[in-house]
Every structure is written in C-alpha cells, then in structure tokens.
C-alpha cells in the first residue's frame, strides 16, 4: 500500500539516509557509553558510572525514535553492527582508557552525532518533511547538552 504522507518517495529516501546515519551514530555512541559505564575506574568512579548509565539509556531511547521515523518514511532501518560501522562517524574504541579520555571520547563522539544531525535537519527541511526536522531538532539539542555537560568534567 502506498503511503501519501505530503512527501515525495525519492526525497522520503533521501531523508531516510541522513537519518541512518544519525541512528548509526547515536547507536554506536550508546554501545561506547555502556561500555564505559561498564569498565570506568578512578576517583570519579560514581558519578561517571551513573552519569553514563543515564546516557545510554537515553541513547537507547533516542535510537528506537530514530529508526522508527525511518520506517514511518517507508524506508528499512539499518540494524546490523557492519551497517552501523560504514555508516557512523562515531570512532569505535576497543580497549578501556582512562576516565578522562572516555569523558574526551564522549564529548566528541556527541559533537559527531550534533554535527549529523545538523546535516538532517536541512535534508529534512529541503524535503518539506517537518516531522523529522522537528524530532531531530530535540536530538540536536541533547547531543549538544550532554557535551556540555561532559566538557565541564574536563575543566
């Protein structure tokens, strides 16, 4: 059955893209945090295994909205670690550094994900589609807060 939404298919597609990539990075950016919230050591053990604790899962949340505003373009959403790992800008970290440098891996795996989701938004906006622009608007806005917030450990 067709959907006739107010978007044309090819610019539904289009936006579907950008969107994967965003999906690509908030979830390889969810699988980092886990797995620091996992393995961080140091005198700023608590609150930064609760502070991550708190980010993946707003990660995970924010993952399923994504993929699920692909679907409602009518477009599959990847959903596999090789699909992730061309699609992401996020850099995959296989050993365990020191709370610092995840604090630094975070923060700038989280100015990726706003830098992507800037580049969705005007894909979004070129295609009329305000739906997205709006969701990924709000993704904008975490991404960069939760920056922010991370930046300010490093001071």
């Given at each position: 059955?067709?959907?006739?939404?107010?978007i044309a298919?090819k610019?539904r597609?289009?936006v579907?893209?950008?969107?994967?990539?965003?999906?690509?990075?908030?979830?390889?950016?969810?699988?980092?945090?886990?797995?620091?919230?996992?393995?961080v050591?140091?005198?700023?053990?608590?609150?930064l295994?609760?502070?991550?604790?708190?980010?993946?899962?707003?990660?995970?949340?924010?993952?399923d909205?994504v993929?699920?505003r692909?679907?409602?373009?009518?477009?599959?959403a990847?959903g596999?670690y090789?699909?992730?790992?061309?699609?992401?800008?996020?850099k995959?970290e296989?050993?365990?550094?020191?709370?610092?440098e995840?604090?630094?891996?975070?923060?700038?795996?989280?100015?990726m994900a706003?830098h992507?989701a800037?580049?969705?938004?005007?894909a979004a906006?070129?295609?009329?589609?305000?739906?997205?622009?709006?969701?990924?608007?709000?993704?904008?806005?975490?991404?960069?807060?939760?920056?922010?917030?991370?930046?300010?450990?490093?001071?």
């Open positions: 059955m067709a959907i006739s939404i107010g298919r610019d597609e289009a579907a893209k950008h969107l994967s990539k965003l999906l690509a990075d908030t979830y390889s950016l969810y699988l980092k945090t886990h797995s620091f919230h996992w393995n050591t140091g005198p700023q053990f608590n609150s295994h609760t502070m991550f604790e708190t980010q993946y899962n707003a990660l995970w949340l924010a993952a909205e993929a699920e692909i679907r409602t373009l009518d477009v599959f990847p596999s090789s699909q992730f790992g061309k699609l992401t800008s996020i995959e296989v050993g365990v550094p020191e709370w610092k995840m604090v630094n891996q975070l923060v700038e795996g989280h100015e706003a992507t800037r580049g969705t938004i005007k906006d070129a295609a009329g589609d305000e739906g997205t622009a709006d969701m990924v608007t709000g993704r904008l806005k975490e991404h960069e807060k939760t920056a922010w917030m991370l930046r300010s450990l490093l001071k």
